[in-house]
């Protein structure tokens, strides 16, 4: 095979990494309003963390390592093995179907399809898998473990992010185990109060403490019905859902989870 292909196959993975993480990103803090939302920043954060940076951890470990090994070794036109290859054909039907499954849920729809390109997805992913530990087979067969200017910047990227990650997870932490009514009740702007009394309630039976959260939001939350929520989930009572104002879905919901 051509070592050009190899190359552009290379770039082609990195490019796909700075794009599905820079999605991800964006997603994840647009989704939450981390950074706008103007209270509960650090609960909203928490999901960026554990959702957005750990994600894009990953996705930057299985392909832009593996992209940057392609365009090296198609730059210097080495011969392909066996093992490099066979990675490569792997891992080219692996990107294949998973944009197969990306066109069909986008386009088709569908509880089925969903169901169908959930295998599909987790089908690739391993086949990908399998391309890489290839990979790291012929790394170990012709002992090039030396990193580059390239591969320290990208480690030195990924470390920061697991502290980014480690630092905010054992804030939580430190949040939830020092959380009190009496810490909620202190706070000055009402909607950190009512989130702070949400998290409070959710790990305690105290119905009480729902009702110190106010009824409606302009953007849409209803923080005192998640309460309701909670509880009837929690007492599988679903007398609570009778206490929900925030429309049909919500009563929907509590019912599902009390039965």
């Given at each position: 095979?051509?070592?050009?292909?190899?190359?552009?196959?290379?770039?082609?993975?990195?490019?796909?990494?700075?794009?599905?993480?820079?999605?991800?990103?964006?997603?994840?803090?647009?989704?939450?309003?981390?950074?706008?939302?103007?209270?509960?920043?650090?609960?909203?954060?928490?999901?960026?963390?554990?959702?957005?940076?750990?994600?894009?951890?990953?996705?930057?470990?299985?392909?832009?390592f593996?992209?940057?090994?392609?365009?090296?070794?198609?730059?210097?036109?080495?011969?392909?093995?066996?093992?490099?290859?066979?990675?490569?054909?792997?891992q080219?039907?692996?990107?294949?179907?998973?944009f197969?499954?990306?066109?069909?849920?986008?386009?088709?729809?569908?509880?089925?399809?969903?169901?169908?390109?959930?295998?599909?997805?987790?089908?690739?992913?391993?086949?990908?898998?399998?391309?890489?530990?290839?990979?790291?087979?012929?790394?170990?067969?012709?002992?090039?473990?030396?990193?580059?200017?390239?591969?320290?910047?990208?480690?030195?990227?990924?470390?920061?992010?697991?502290?980014?990650?480690?630092?905010?997870?054992g804030?939580?932490?430190?949040?939830e185990?020092?959380?009190?009514?009496?810490?909620?009740?202190?706070?000055?702007?009402?909607?950190?109060?009512?989130?702070?009394?949400?998290?409070?309630?959710?790990?305690?039976?105290?119905?009480?403490?729902c009702?110190?959260?106010?009824?409606?939001?302009?953007?849409?939350?209803?923080?005192?019905?998640?309460?309701?929520?909670?509880?009837?989930?929690?007492?599988?009572?679903s007398?609570?859902?009778?206490?929900?104002?925030?429309?049909?879905?919500?009563?929907?919901?509590?019912?599902?989870?009390?039965?």
């Open positions: 095979m051509n070592s050009k292909v190899y190359k552009y196959f290379g770039i082609f993975l990195i490019a796909l990494t700075f794009i599905i993480v820079a999605f991800a990103l964006f997603t994840q803090i647009t989704n939450t309003g981390a950074l706008s939302r103007g209270y509960g920043q650090f609960d909203y954060l928490y999901d960026v963390a554990i959702e957005g940076i750990l994600f894009s951890f990953v996705v930057i470990i299985l392909s832009f593996p992209g940057l090994f392609y365009y090296r070794f198609g730059n210097e036109k080495n011969t392909p093995s066996k093992l490099v290859s066979s990675s490569f054909i792997l080219l039907i692996s990107i294949i179907l998973f197969l499954v990306l066109v069909s849920s986008t386009f088709v729809g569908g509880w089925d399809v969903w169901i169908i390109g959930m295998y599909i997805g987790w089908t690739a992913l391993i086949i990908y898998s399998i391309g890489i530990l290839l990979l790291i087979s012929y790394k170990f067969q012709t002992k090039k473990f030396k990193l580059l200017t390239p591969e320290k910047i990208v480690l030195s990227i990924l470390i920061i992010m697991i502290l980014i990650v480690g630092i905010i997870y804030m939580a932490i430190y949040g185990n020092s959380r009190s009514i009496e810490k909620c009740d202190s706070m000055q702007n009402l909607k950190d109060r009512d989130v702070c009394h949400y998290f409070f309630s959710s790990e305690r039976p105290d119905l009480a403490i009702e110190k959260i106010r009824d409606t939001y302009d953007d849409g939350i209803w923080w005192r019905d998640q309460c309701y929520i909670k509880k009837a989930e929690y007492y599988k009572d007398s609570y859902c009778d206490k929900i104002k925030g429309g049909d879905q919500f009563k929907v919901n509590c019912l599902e989870v009390a039965s």
